[in-house]
Nanobody, 121 residues
């Protein structure tokens, strides 16, 4: 079992930056692949970025490539999402997610409660 708590959301102007954090409790954080998803108003939740348990492999949705960076600190049981050059279309509730190495991002077993990011134009 792992519990996830996001922080760092808020209101920012277009072009600005935010850093989201996701603190994980429970043992063996290092065993889990971690990801960030988002759900814009009136739309379905979709993947933003993922990072392997070792931190050696990352994935980004095309819409955020070159602007967002996912990272993790296994010594702090925390995963981060650095968001730069934010656009109004990045407005969404952002969720932290965790799965085992053998799992799939289509069936995420662990979710955070979400944090709101609002980008004003």
């Amino acid at each position: 079992q792992v519990q996830l708590v996001e922080s760092g959301g808020g209101l920012v102007q277009a072009g600005g930056s935010l850093r989201l954090s996701c603190a994980a409790s429970g043992r063996s954080f290092w065993m889990y692949a971690m990801g960030w998803f988002r759900q814009p108003p009136g739309k379905e939740r979709g993947i933003v970025a993922t990072i392997a348990s070792s931190g050696g492999s990352t994935y980004y949705a095309d819409s955020v490539k070159g602007r967002f960076t996912i990272s993790r600190d296994n010594s702090k049981n925390t995963v981060y999402l650095q968001m730069n050059s934010l656009k109004p279309e990045d407005t969404a509730v952002y969720f932290c997610a965790a799965r085992t190495a053998a799992g799939s991002w289509s069936r995420v077993p662990y979710w955070g409660q979400g944090t709101q990011v609002t980008v004003s134009s």
